[in-house]
């Protein structure tokens, strides 16, 4: 049984940051990849980030770049998404999902994801 959760989520005023954190028990592979999803009413679920359980490859979503950072600590299956320069549009649920394999030219496919955290709410006011 895999459980991933996620946490960190919050009000905060546009121009700051929030670090959300995603914690996977039960994972039977060795290797897997944590991918950091949003939605916000009304749009799709988009990818947000991407981090292989090594650490050794990340993909961000463009409208998150160089503002996001996603990494990651094998010994406890958590990863961290630092989001900084917070905009209003980056108001959203986010989720942390799982699955194995790597991250790649696939990685914001929502449907390869095996296993899904019920979500954090981010809210940036201006």
């Known amino acids: 049984q895999v459980q991933v959760v996620e946490s960190g989520g919050g009000l905060v005023q546009a121009g700051g940051s929030l670090r959300l954190s995603c914690t996977a028990s039960g994972l039977t592979f060795d290797n897997y990849v944590m991918g950091w999803f949003r939605q916000a009413p009304g749009k799709e679920r988009e990818g947000v980030s991407c981090?292989?359980?090594?650490?050794?490859?990340?993909f961000y979503g463009d409208s998150v770049k160089g503002r996001f950072s996603v990494s990651g600590d094998n010994a406890k299956n958590t990863a961290y998404l630092q989001m900084n320069n917070l905009r209003s549009e980056d108001t959203a649920m986010y989720y942390c999902?799982?699955?194995?394999?790597?991250?790649?030219?696939?990685?914001?496919?929502?449907?390869?994801?095996?296993?899904w955290g019920q979500g954090t709410q981010v809210t940036v006011s201006s």
């Open positions: 981090i292989t359980w090594r650490g050794d490859s990340t």
């Open positions: 999902a799982v699955r194995p394999g790597a991250c790649g030219g696939t990685w914001a496919l929502t449907w390869l994801y095996t296993n």
